[in-house]
């Protein structure tokens, strides 16, 4: 024989309720399938960034001409310091699509010789590279329009809509995907963008240096290099590390958090389910005692029904955490445009799952196994078959003499406390998942307030780039014709650095119409008032600047202190930037050495701001300016929102998913004490139905007694949830964009239903068990 | 030939179960003492409420008196924590509760081989186990459904489940709690017939019942009435007299 007696009841204790015991395998298999994947996809990430960033040649110093001669590369690779130069022409413009508003946003890098490409190269993942009239598209770019390579696709240029052929498709490493920027990508070569557009020479020199501490000084060095020799130099900038996980980092945190509750849930379920356990065997436990068992010797045996829930719980959730967190790195790469590598899974990642998922159900199970198997025999069996703990006869029960509440409500609603302890850790379960959903509603209200709110001091209907700076006052003249615009400021913004992190810098005009100011502390600057900003209230929380402080700020080539002379509210901003600083336009040239009389950036305001007209004007302005030879960037303010939203959606996801987890953990919870209540009061149900009760009448006593719970839990919920909330909002706010927290109080009704959901799904099962329970059977042993 | 009385198995010496606190005690046993020879058949019987499964539960260390001692095979059980009293009578005593409480999970072999998991089985190995199992469903003729869960059984064949249970770790006595309360009369009568005849393999059992036709066939034994003996018979007297 190889199973002792003990052992093969605790295996039947297993099989015996299959239902519950799926139900807590799951429990675990969430838990631990959500912290492998989690920590999986970042030992995959990391590699994936390390690795994509040994195989992807980036650059450190980028320069924007308007345009320049392709030898001009030999002379910067004499430069010290300078290890890679790539010559290449960048040209913004429109990709006609049929979905609306019927154009994207597109960028078209050229080069002299695509076959030598050594910066920033692509890959050819299908067809060839392009000759005259044809081009390669990034593979992402079918997420915004469906399309295959032999297909044609028309882009805006001085000429019109030009058709190019798509004779390949690319993937380019550290590229976002398209359907994540809503921002398209292709490839020309030099020549069939000459002929394209117009234009004939390189406009973007990107450099890659031996020694990056040097870089800055390298890329003054050939910006002076270039002027020298006439070439005007629109800009510079140091791009950093194209593959750096900081803001993947922030998601990672996001989603620990998630796992830790999805975790301590499961914790909880083990505690429920084996309160239950014991709860049902008091009468094995005390005749177990009665033959000579120890506490320890009971203990064991239910311990080994433990062990059973989390090996397999453990087991199956590794594995489906090992696919899971395959898939999602994955996505993420795709999203990302990484190469994963070859694919390992770390021993660590197993090692703490596989612990994890073990000493949670073991600590879980421990308390109430002590405090199970401490029954007396004589305890133990003198509960058989017995209703109930001994019933407080010296005082009247709530609500007697309510005699207008049916009183099988009331065996329903006096039911809950019978067992105390019980009733407790139930209530704590139910109130932990239904304020983990309250958390969610309300981090998902607070990031769509945010989008809303986003660009609330952005007045305009559209954004209109003209890639290079042009004379204003053509400029504006020309975006003044076109129909159905009202009025044109100038407006730009770019990254810099500072000791803190990246800035937006932000140059509006003196007296701005459709920036609305908003100033908290401080004043605007004045006319003519150099080297002055005004930072946002979160570029002042991350930095502690005061009125009155200097703030550094540099480019790749410059370094300039602005001093601080206001605080206003802004939330402009994103993903891997710590604020927003404001100064006027003209301070905003001479930051980036640009003629005063010049502009590239532009808010417009619409006449007719119906979508439909605002649309009509992006895509006239497009025309318009590409007809001058320039290659503009035009964006509605819709598609700005429309594009911070699709990047929100992972979040999304993983909060609903969340929300699913916890309510399938609150339900278990609740099912189990619904089903204990169920066998503990099998004598009441006897005489009801002796009574004359019918089964629904019966279902009703213990469907009340999850309705009661659930209320009692979404009271608690209430009380923690909104600063749980709170706290979630902070961390995602701290980890990965300023959020601010917003609270709407139908969060607390939909917390309600939620709860109320729970408490109808939890009952179902023992609601019907108690139904069709035989009175014959039920009163024969009493 | 002087008359020897058989000797005391169990001495119970003034003993008493009081329930309760403060204003709502109940004394349910008071100041009880006698004997249990060894190898009787020894009733405790009375009517309802008198006290007789608290005094068994004494008897067996499944409860602690309030006042007073009970010695058993020499060794006094007061002096026992819980642990210990389970190993104990795991060893010493076979217990049969009125409910059969055979475990729901387990077969009917299953069911008798726990005590001998759970009961220290000092005399037996693990490889034994199954034998010494089917031997005492056969002493109660119950090894036709050796291999059937409980809720499969009628009453009586769960009892004789349950007294094969008792018998596994061949403990000095069986005590057995109103055994034919819960059976109809035929299987009352079978179930009895097999109680009593284990005296004859030298077993002591201790019977409690409130059926005044099982308790006359006690060999010795006493009558509660309100948690005091009325009455006692066959050598249940409290200190052994000397020839």
New interface residues.
């Given amino acids: 024989m190889i199973l002792t007696p003990l052992t093969r009841k605790a295996i039947r204790d297993i099989t015996h309720r299959r239902l519950r015991t799926l139900l807590v395998v799951l429990g675990i298999v969430v838990g631990v399938a959500g912290l492998t994947a989690i920590n999986l996809t970042s030992h995959a990430l990391t590699a994936a960034f390390a690795f994509s960033a040994n195989e992807r040649a980036t650059s450190d110093v980028s320069i924007f001409l308007a345009s320049v001669d392709p030898s001009v590369a030999r002379q910067i690779q004499a430069v010290p310091n300078v290890k890679v130069v790539q010559v290449l022409s960048f040209y913004g413009t429109r990709w006609k699509v049929s979905v609306p508003p019927g154009h994207v946003n597109m960028g078209i890098t050229a080069y002299q010789n695509l076959q030598d490409v050594k910066l920033f190269p692509f890959q050819l993942t299908n067809g060839r590279l392009p000759g005259v009239g044809e081009i390669v598209m990034e593979a992402s770019d079918r997420g915004l329009q469906p399309f295959k390579v032999g297909d044609m696709i028309s882009v805006t240029t001085r000429s019109g809509l030009t058709p190019l052929t798509v004779v390949g498709l690319s993937r380019t490493l550290g590229d976002l995907s398209a359907t994540f920027s809503s921002f398209a990508r292709g490839y020309m070569s030099q020549d069939g963008l000459a002929v394209a557009t117009g234009i004939t020479k390189p406009n973007d020199v990107e450099i890659q240096v031996v020694d990056k501490s040097r870089a800055p000084e390298t890329a003054r060095t050939v910006v002076a290099l270039l002027r020298q020799q006439g070439d005007v130099v629109l800009g510079s900038n140091l791009p950093g590390n194209a593959f750096d996980p900081g803001p993947v980092n922030g998601l990672y945190v996001i989603m620990d958090v998630l796992s830790v509750i999805a975790l301590i849930l499961a914790g909880f379920l083990i505690i429920n389910t084996v309160t239950t356990l014991v709860g049902e065997q008091i009468a094995s436990i005390g005749t177990m005692k009665a033959i000579g068992a120890t506490r320890g010797a009971v203990m064991r045996g239910f311990l080994l029904t433990v062990a059973v829930y989390a090996v397999v719980g453990t087991a199956a959730g590794i594995g489906v955490g090992l696919v899971g967190g395959y898939q999602f790195t994955l996505f993420m790469a795709n999203l990302i445009t990484l190469d994963i590598g070859p694919f390992q899974v770390d021993p660590s990642v197993i090692l703490l799952s596989a612990v994890v998922g073990l000493l949670i159900p073991f600590g879980a199970a421990l308390v109430p196994l002590w405090a199970g198997t401490r029954i007396t025999v004589r305890e133990a069996l003198s509960a058989y078959g017995v209703a109930g703990s001994p019933v407080r006869a010296d005082r009247m029960p709530v609500g007697a003499g309510w005699t207008w509440v049916p009183q099988t409500a009331w065996l329903g609603l006096r039911g809950v406390f019978r067992r105390r302890g019980r009733a407790v850790l139930t209530l704590l379960a139910l109130t932990l998942s239904a304020a983990a959903f309250l958390a969610v509603q309300t981090t998902t209200y607070s990031v769509n307030d945010y989008l809303g709110k986003l660009f609330s001091q952005y007045g305009s209907d559209l954004f209109v780039s003209t890639g290079q700076p042009q004379p204003l006052d053509q400029v504006r003249s020309q975006l003044l014709s076109v129909p159905n615009v009202a009025v044109v400021e100038r407006f730009s913004n770019r990254e810099v650095n500072s000791r803190w992190g990246h800035i937006v810098l932000t140059g509006v005009e003196q007296t701005p119409t459709l920036y609305r100011r908003d100033i908290l502390r401080g004043r605007w600057f004045t006319p003519g008032e150099k080297n002055v900003v005004l930072i946002n209230e979160q570029l002042q929380e991350k930095t502690g600047l005061r009125i009155g402080d200097a703030i550094e700020v540099s480019t790749g080539v410059k370094s300039q202190d602005f001093r601080v002379v206001g605080v206003l509210h802004d939330l402009n901003g994103g993903l891997g930037n710590i604020g927003v600083a404001m100064t006027s336009f003209d301070n905003w040239l001479a930051f980036f050495d640009l003629p005063a009389d010049r502009a590239g950036g532009f808010m417009v305001g619409a006449v007719d701001h119906a979508q439909a007209a605002v649309d009509t004007t992006a895509n006239r302005i497009d025309d318009a300016l590409v007809a001058q030879g320039l290659s503009p960037f035009v964006t509605t303010a819709q598609q700005n929102i429309s594009r911070n939203q699709a990047q929100f959606e992972i979040l999304y996801v993983l909060l609903y998913a969340v929300a699913a987890i916890v309510a399938l953990i609150g339900i278990l919870g609740l099912f189990n004490t619904l089903t204990t209540s169920v066998l503990e009061r099998r004598r009441e149900i006897g005489i009801m139905r002796s009574l004359g009760a019918t089964g629904r009448r019966v279902a009703s006593v213990f469907w009340v007694e999850a309705l009661a719970l659930s209320a009692l839990a979404w009271v608690a919920a209430s009380v923690i949830g909104i600063p749980a909330a709170y706290g979630f909002v902070s961390l995602i706010a701290a980890v990965l964009i300023n959020v601010g927290f917003a609270f709407s109080p139908t969060a607390l009704v939909a917390m309600l239903a939620f709860t109320f959901v729970i408490a109808t799904l939890a009952s179902v099962i023992p609601a019907l068990a108690a139904a069709r329970l035989r009175v014959a059977g039920i009163l024969r042993y009493e | 030939m002087a008359h020897v009385r058989p000797e005391p198995l169990i001495e119970v010496e003034h003993l008493t179960r009081v329930f309760g606190a403060r204003e709502q005690k109940v004394a349910v046993l008071s100041d009880l003492s006698f004997c249990v020879p060894a190898g009787s058949l020894f009733g405790i019987n009375g009517p309802s409420g008198s006290g007789k499964s608290t005094l068994l539960?004494l008897l067996?260390g499944?409860?602690r008196p309030t006042s007073g001692r009970v010695v058993f095979g020499g060794e006094e059980l007061r002096a026992r924590t819980?642990?210990q009293l389970?190993?104990w009578?795991?060893?010493h005593v076979?217990?049969v509760?009125q409910?059969f409480?055979?475990?729901?999970?387990?077969t009917a072999l299953?069911?008798v081989?726990?005590?001998l998991?759970?009961?220290?089985a000092g005399r037996f190995s693990?490889?034994q186990?199954?034998e010494r199992g089917m031997a005492c469903l056969a002493q109660v003729g119950a090894t036709d459904f050796a291999n059937r869960m409980p809720a499969k059984l009628s009453g009586g064949q769960q009892q004789r489940i349950a007294i094969a249970?008792?018998l596994v770790?061949d403990p000095a006595v069986i005590v057995a709690d109103e055994p034919t309360g819960?059976l109809d009369s035929r299987s009352a009568h079978d179930v009895f017939d097999t109680l009593a005849g284990l005296t004859a393999q030298t077993k002591t059992v201790v019977f409690v019942t409130h059926a005044t036709e099982l308790a006359s066939r006690s060999t010795a034994g006493i009558e509660l009435l309100d948690g005091r003996i009325v009455a006692q018979h066959g050598g249940a007297t409290a200190i052994p007299q000397s020839a």
């Fill in positions: 539960n067996t499944l409860d819980e642990n389970a190993r009578r795991g060893r076979g217990i509760f409910f409480q055979l475990i729901p999970t387990l299953e069911n081989m726990l005590a998991e759970l009961g220290g693990r490889g186990w199954r249970r008792s770790n819960n």
